[in-house]
């Protein structure tokens, strides 16, 4: 059974940088769009950014230009570079999976994903 394996996380101060990992035990990267998402406490999963299986990515507007996706397909594992982390940040990260090969749409919607990992929470203090 393909699972999603997530590691990285942690508590930093404002302003500073953590990555996050989210590593498949299948190739499953290479033909399926891969997305991030936020939780708290009481609140639905949040769109923080996807890969679509093509290669493009999208971000939430509250993230553009602090955080960065990348693939690294020979270790089938897609990653999160947050920077200038802000107190607002502060959340379980999950990455998840769209089962369909090539389905690239509703890349924000988190019910549109099949496949999740476990979740890492990232704390940030100001």
């Known amino acids: 059974q393909v699972q999603l394996i997530q590691s990285g996380g942690g508590s930093v101060q404002a302003g500073g940088s953590l990555k996050l990992s989210c590593a498949a035990s299948?190739?499953?990267?290479?033909?399926?769009?891969v997305g991030w998402f936020q939780q708290t406490p009481g609140k639905d999963r949040e769109f923080v950014g996807a890969?679509?299986?093509?290669?493009?990515?999208d971000y939430d507007d509250s993230v553009k230009d602090r955080f960065t996706i990348t693939t690294d397909y020979t270790q089938d594992t897609v990653f999160l570079q947050m920077s200038s982390l802000k107190p607002e940040d502060t959340a379980v990260y999950f990455c998840a999976v769209k089962a369909t090969e090539y389905d690239s749409t509703t890349t924000n919607l988190a019910s549109s994903y099949d496949l999740w990992g476990q979740g890492t929470q990232v704390t940030v203090s100001s």
């Open positions: 890969r679509r299986w093509m290669g493009i990515i």
């Open positions: 299948g190739r499953l990267f290479s033909r399926n769009t």
